[in-house]
Structure formats: C-alpha cells, structure tokens
C-alpha cells in the first residue's frame, strides 16, 4: 500500500510538471511573438528615419544659402542718417551738444 500511494504522488507531481512545462512553452511561444513584432516595428521606423533624414538632406541641398542678416546696430546706422543741426530764432545752434552739469 505504501508503494501506491508513493507512485500515486509520483504521477501527480508529473502531471504538474507537464502542466508547467505546457504553461511556460505558451509563455515562451508569445514572448517570441512579441520579439517578431518589435523586431518588424524597429526595422519599419529605422526605414522611416532614414527616409525622413534622407528628406531633410535633400531639403538642405536644395535650399538657397542663407542670406547673412545685417546686424541691428548696422541696420539702424545705416537707416538713421546724421541729424542736421537746427537753427533756431536767435540763431543758435540746437541738439547738438547737450552739457548737463552734475
């Protein structure tokens, strides 16, 4: 009796076994899944770069060079021309000195 109780836990602990083994084959045949799609969705966006960095460089090539931009100081000294002095009633000579005493 004690012999069939032993091989009675004996096929038990097989049939557990066989059902781990099954669990972690399906675990194993999904996580491959997974691996197959990342695989196909990293090659489809390394494509898409090279595509959008292929575009970018024709862009480049393709655009005018860019002007050089007048620097703002040279911009308004070339605008503003240089004040006339004003005369005025008495005769003087107004704005272009100024003295301020401090």
Do not use: C, F, Y
């Not at 799609?37 to 024709?58: F, I, T």
């Amino acid at each position: 009796m004690a012999t069939l109780t032993s091989v009675n836990a004996l096929k038990t602990s097989i049939a557990a076994a066989e059902r781990q083994v099954q669990r972690d084959q399906s675990q194993v045949q999904q996580d491959s899944a997974r691996l197959d799609q990342s695989q196909a969705q990293l090659v489809r966006d390394q494509q898409r770069l090279n595509a959008v960095q292929q575009e970018g460089r024709a862009a480049q090539a393709e655009a005018p060079a860019a002007v050089n931009a007048p620097r703002l100081e040279k911009a308004i000294a070339s605008q503003a021309a240089p004040a006339r002095a004003q005369i005025n009633v008495q005769g003087q000579t107004i704005g272009t000195l100024i003295n301020i005493a401090v």
